[in-house]
């Protein structure tokens, strides 16, 4: 028993059936719903000064110009690269629970649910993205990365593999 338990594969193995590491998945998994909630709230960041004259008849009119009082401004989509790195460490911390592919995933795949249920309108017909560039590239760019490292764990060579890793 003591010998089975020193091996890799079983500390891995043991691991996984214990509850701080389902705990540790589960939290990993909620990062990434939360961690989507966030770059998209803060998605919509602008850099640059917009010019918008003051004037009673703005107030009247702001229906018109509610899509040119960012004239001036450039979208600074900085939550596209956190979106990046994060996504990759959350693939990257599942890899220390567990070596199943499809399980290291999990919280990919929560961040991806979470996007398109953001994309999908409100009561009042209000969604929290807006249909241009920033959000695409949210979606790239937090998929992209964090897919390309789990095809680089799925891909290894026998020597390095994830299932090598560990003496599976």
């Known amino acids: ?33 939360v961690t989507l909630l966030l770059e998209a709230l803060f998605l919509p960041i602008y850099l640059g000064r917009a010019d918008v004259p003051e004037s009673p ?4 009119q702001a ?4 899509a040119t009082l960012t004239a001036g401004a450039v979208p600074f989509p900085i939550t596209v690269l956190i979106a990046a790195v ?4 959350l693939v990257k911390g599942m890899s220390t629970v567990t ?3 499809g399980m290291m995933a999990l919280p990919l795949t929560a961040w991806t649910v979470t996007y398109m249920l953001c994309t999908l309108g409100g ?8 249909n241009d560039w920033p959000t695409l590239a949210l979606l790239v760019g937090g998929l992209l990365p964090a897919g390309l490292y ?14 090598a ?3 599976a």
């Open 1 to 33: 028993m003591t010998a089975a338990l020193g091996s890799p594969t079983r500390l891995v193995a043991a691991a996984g059936r214990s509850w701080p590491t389902g705990v540790i998945a589960a939290v990993l998994v909620l990062d990434g719903v």
């Open 99 to 101: 070596d199943r592919i």
């Open 165 to 167: 890793r560990y003496g």
């Open 150 to 163: 789990l095809y680089y764990l799925a891909n290894l060579s026998p020597a390095g593999s994830v299932g």
């Open 86 to 89: 994060v996504n990759v460490l």
């Open 57 to 60: 008849a703005l107030l009247a």
């Open 123 to 130: 009561p009042g017909g209000d969604v929290l993205f807006m």
């Open 63 to 66: 229906q018109p110009l509610a």
